[in-house]
């Protein structure tokens, strides 16, 4: 037997930008990033999808681009008009949505050097991302991200992904964005609940990476339910600069291994989801699987009961749910039927269970199984106290 093994990596870079007035006529955002690659050829084709919520929310913008884009005449143009998408959830579970995409970009001979412009939340970054990233092997993507959770988490990253069957996130790649561009001026239109789920991606990453962003929030959780834009843009800020950070620097930014840490909270979350017909969103539910794992985490010792009800009371401060119904529900065999999201990320992470739990207030840990009898005391306090 003869083994020829090399090892090799790939550095990527890409800019996250957080702006104000991406499409006004003299903003130059666009240009500074489209300039980033010198050798591409002239003018810069885009295809731009954009989430039907943002459109509706924002009924100026198409004619806005379209003045942006004659301002540019020569330098950019479209492929093809714009293309529009449902927003949430719906756009990952939609069936033929992803081939749709891929139609456009090869109907319309859409290149490498090419780039697919995203405007919306994290659901049509997530579809918009999962495309781009199968024509010709990963074609560009610019993520213009509209919501507080896709500015501050989901448009960040370097996943995207698409559901299946009743599994969220099936299929999907890891495909880091040609650049990040959060303008915070989308934010205001956002509907209360959506304005919220952002917040609840900031505790999570408070809770077991940043004890001092933590008390920021606390001291900003009225603003933040009060919708004051200038908090928000500063959690959104700091909650996308520790993803980052972990991404660059947590040593397996395409999640090779077990360790999740930025899926703290998420192993019910993803369960709940799917258990309420994406009745609650994605920022909801991680607040209540916040909720759950920090009740389990003091059960279990891992950090005093009086740090998990003082997060449990941030995440009501800012207007977020901590219990659901669907955390009690039983399945046929008696067992909670929450659990199910426990074998699911087991599956996710490739048969051995770690889940992510804070240590204390600010670090974390992690764990290789779950005590069913301490998770039944968990959902049995949340009840207790919450429902
Ligand atoms: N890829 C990742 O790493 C990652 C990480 C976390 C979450 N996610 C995914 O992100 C999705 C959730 O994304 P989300 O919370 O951004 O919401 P969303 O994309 O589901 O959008 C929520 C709603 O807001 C509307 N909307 C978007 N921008 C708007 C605006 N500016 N004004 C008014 N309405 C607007 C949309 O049309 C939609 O109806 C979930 O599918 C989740 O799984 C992905
Ligand atoms: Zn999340």
Known sequence: MKVVEERFSVAFAYPVIFCRGLFGEDCGVLDEVLGRDAEAPLPHRLLIVMDQGVRAAHPGLPMAIARWLTARQGRVELAAPIEYLPGGEFAKRQDGVVGKLVKLAYQTHFGRKDAFVAIGGGAVQDVVGYAAALVHRGCRTIRVNTTTLSQADAGVGV??????????????????????????????????????????????????????????????????????????????????????????????????????????????????????????????????????????????????????TRVVALLRACGLPVWCDELALRGTDGRLAVLEGLRQFREHLGGRLCVTLPDGLGAKTEVGEMDEALLERAVALLRERYA
């Open 159 to 308: 996943k995207n992904g698409v559901d299946y069957g009743a599994c969220k996130n099936f299929l999907g790649t890891f495909a880091p964005p040609f650049a990040v561009i959060n303008d915070a001026d989308f934010l205001p239109t956002l509907p209360d609940r959506e304005w919220r789920n952002g917040i609840a991606e900031a505790v999570k990453v408070a809770v077991i990476k940043d004890a001092a962003f933590l008390d920021w929030l606390w001291a900003h959780a009225d603003a933040l339910r009060m919708r004051d834009l200038e908090a928000m843009a500063e959690l959104v800020e700091r909650t996308a600069r520790l993803h980052l950070a972990h991404i660059a620097n947590g040593g397996d930014a395409f999640e090779r291994g077990a360790a999740r840490p930025l899926d703290f909270g998420h192993w019910s979350a993803h369960r709940l989801e799917a258990m309420t017909c994406y009745q609650l969103t994605h920022g909801e539910a991680v607040a209540i699987g916040i909720a759950l794992d920090m009740a389990y985490a003091a059960l279990a010792g891992l950090l005093p009961p009086a740090d998990c």
